[in-house]
């Protein structure tokens, strides 16, 4: 199965710091991959999005980097703040137009 | 824009009966996804529409669950007879797809459903 699995355990960092969020996937690499923020009570809402052939990609204080060979994204958020708490997930591309869904990574950033 | 608008925002019913999930798309997306999220399975996609026409429904659990998608800014997501395991938060989303893949999900804030 194209399964794509994010750690579910919660990542707790203090303010200031570079958090760091997995997303492994399996069988074969996604021509895409997106990541999205979901607050709690919301919908997720599209971050950013990496092409196969790109190394790295960068938005303001976050990015995103995919390794074909790792089979694995990572995604930073350099000098977080409490506002960046909420849970990140990746999302591949299957086919043309479905993506898949991790479980999601839930973040806090202490004061 | 006002974004991708789905009601009710909360749904509390009993087994047994029909409920009814509703999502407004953005104006001038012409691609809809249903989503259902839990903490077990995350979001699931549950059908896929292109131009008001399913596309893709592999995802609908079982023939309890019916989508409509009558006109480009209305679609429905039909439960009956709803059962305690259908309780989860049942997400819209819209996009424009122009390049498969590379279109931005935009979502609506999920319905929240509890069957008793």
């Known amino acids: 199965s194209q399964k794509i699995e994010q750690n579910s355990e919660a990542l707790n960092i203090q303010e200031g710091k570079t958090a760091t969020l997995t997303c492994n996937y399996t069988n074969y690499s996604p021509a895409y991959l997106q990541w999205y923020r979901q607050d709690p009570g919301r919908g997720p809402v599209f971050l950013l999005l990496i092409r196969e052939n790109e190394k790295e990609k960068r938005k303001e204080r976050l990015k995103v980097t995919f390794d074909t060979t790792l089979k694995q994204s990572l995604f930073h958020i350099t000098a977080s703040q409490p506002a960046d708490s909420a849970t990140y997930l990746c999302?591949?591309?299957?086919?043309?137009?479905?993506?898949?869904f991790g479980t999601g990574t839930r973040l806090k950033v202490l004061a | 824009d006002a974004g991708v608008i789905q009601s009710p925002r909360h749904e509390v019913t009993e087994m047994g009966q029909e409920v009814t999930l509703r999502c407004k798309p953005i104006s001038g997306h012409n691609s809809l996804f249903w989503y259902r999220q839990t903490m077990m399975r995350g979001l699931e996609l549950l059908i896929y529409f292109n131009n008001n026409v399913p596309i893709d429904d592999s995802g609908m659990p079982e023939d309890r669950f019916s989508a409509k998608m009558p006109n480009a800014s209305f679609s429905t997501l039909k439960i009956q007879p709803s059962e305690p395991r259908d309780s989860a938060v049942y997400f819209c989303a819209s996009s424009l797809a122009v390049q498969g893949g590379l279109e931005t999900q935009y979502f609506g804030p999920g319905t929240r459903l509890l069957v008793l």
């Open positions: 999302a591949r591309l299957s086919g043309t137009y479905k993506y898949i």
